[in-house]
């Protein structure tokens, strides 16, 4: 943090009136132990000491919940390297170290993997022999329904693997190219061993479609963005580019303009001149940085609107909701068990359970 940016941040401290509030919103928003260290920075002593201790044991925790987390992580690529298998981790430890450049920085939930749908029955044995339990088992056996995601269950309970495909990633307007991502994958330091995740480039888009898919609902994958995108050699013309294959620029327009706004990431001023020439991203920008702190349900029709704006063109954005809107996935099949000629009707009954407001 620059000089200039400490004085700003300590006059901004000063007007705190409720710390409880403060310490309650990163705590939600899971970015506790980032805000601690830039508290440090700017003279501790703006917080009350009890606020401060409170960001304190947030971060340690934090720290030490990623470095087994981490532990685990390293253990399953070495496990699926040595079965041939293409797993590639993403977004919680990786991302950590390869945007923020220190484990203990990001909090994260799970562990995120990606492996194209062929390998799927190798990594669920895999997985399997290191004790992770399959949510869905069923579903893991070739020609089964396709989940949101394979969600394998840790012994501990705290944390659970969750491994996507080509086809589990519904939420980008076309199925991902996994060979042209595998193709410039990069090493990140974890757990004293080189990993490979996707590369930065990639990995902007990947977020951006994330952050999409939940409504931008925490202020932590909007700090990803920034984190993601300050790298001196951040390549913004393949960033785009591999957007723009996947159609997914509007949701990384979105991404841009949250991160520059809210957050003065540093994006040059042609990248933002570009995301702001998108003046439906402008909207759903602003739309998400008013109720990030005061978020309120989102009508059914609303998120179906939300969808289909996300995608530019009103045909491929009208397909693209439709899709979402239709494609069942493992809560459906859990709330509602057919027999299997009767499968098809589950593309009927979703939409009416998302109408009546039963997750997205």
């Given at each position: 943090?620059?000089e ?7 006059k901004l401290?000063a ?6 509030i403060v ?6 928003h899971?970015?506790a ?5 830039q508290l440090?920075a700017a003279g ?5 000491p ?14 030490a ?5 981490a ?7 070495s ?5 041939g298998i293409e ?14 450049g220190n484990?203990?920085l ?8 990606i492996?194209?749908?062929?390998q799927l029955?190798e990594?669920?044995?895999v997985?399997?022999e290191?004790g992770?339990r399959s949510?869905t088992?069923?579903?893991?056996e070739?020609?089964?329904p ?6 394998f ?19 980008f ?6 060979e042209?991502?595998?193709?410039t994958?990069r ?14 480039e ?5 977020l951006?479609?994330h ?5 931008w ?28 294959r996947m159609?997914c ?7 841009l303009?949250?991160?520059?706004d809210m957050l003065?990431a540093?994006?040059p001023?042609?990248?933002?001149r ?8 402008g909207?759903h920008a602003?739309?998400?940085a ?27 954005g009208?397909?693209y ?7 069942p996935g493992a809560?459906?099949w859990?709330r509602?068990r ?13 939409p009416?359970r998302?109408?009546?407001g039963q997750?997205?």
């Amino acid at each position: 943090m620059s000089e200039g940016q400490q004085e700003a941040l300590r006059k901004l401290l000063a007007t705190a009136q409720d710390w409880r509030i403060v310490l309650h919103a990163a705590r939600g928003h899971r970015v506790a132990a980032l805000c601690y260290p830039q508290l440090l920075a700017a003279g501790g002593c703006a917080a009350p000491p009890e606020i401060l201790e409170g960001f304190r044991r947030q971060a340690i925790a934090t720290a030490a919940r990623n470095l087994r987390l981490a532990s685990r992580l390293a253990e399953v690529i070495s496990n699926a390297e040595r079965a041939g298998i293409e797993l590639v981790p993403y977004k919680g430890p990786v991302l950590a170290e390869m945007a923020y450049g220190n484990l203990g920085l990001r909090e994260f939930v799970d562990l995120d993997f990606i492996v194209p749908q062929r390998q799927l029955a190798e990594t669920a044995k895999v997985l399997g022999e290191l004790g992770y339990r399959s949510a869905t088992p069923a579903l893991v056996e070739e020609g089964s329904p396709i989940p949101g995601e394979y969600v394998f269950l840790a012994d501990e309970g705290d944390f659970q693997i969750e491994v996507h495909t080509e086809f589990t990633l519904r939420h980008f307007p076309v199925p991902p190219d996994l060979e042209s991502l595998m193709c410039t994958l990069r090493p990140v330091s974890l757990a004293g061993r080189p990993v490979f995740t996707f590369s930065r480039e990639d990995t902007l888009t990947l977020l951006a479609v994330h952050g999409s898919k939940d409504f931008w609902a925490q202020l932590l994958w909007i700090c990803d963005i920034v984190a993601l995108v300050r790298e001196a050699g951040f390549d913004w013309d393949r960033a785009l580019a591999q957007a723009g294959r996947m159609r997914c620029r509007r949701m990384v327009n979105v991404a841009l303009l949250l991160a520059g706004d809210m957050l003065d990431a540093p994006i040059p001023a042609s990248m933002k001149r570009r995301a702001e020439a998108d003046a439906v991203a402008g909207e759903h920008a602003r739309w998400v940085a008013e109720r990030l702190f005061a978020p309120r349900p989102i009508a059914p029709w609303g998120q179906v609107r939300y969808r289909m704006r996300m995608v530019e063109g009103f045909w491929p954005g009208m397909r693209y909701a439709t899709r979402l809107a239709t494609t069942p996935g493992a809560d459906d099949w859990n709330r509602v068990r057919l027999p299997g000629r009767l499968r098809f009707a589950y593309s009927l009954i979703r939409p009416l359970r998302l109408f009546r407001g039963q997750n997205s």
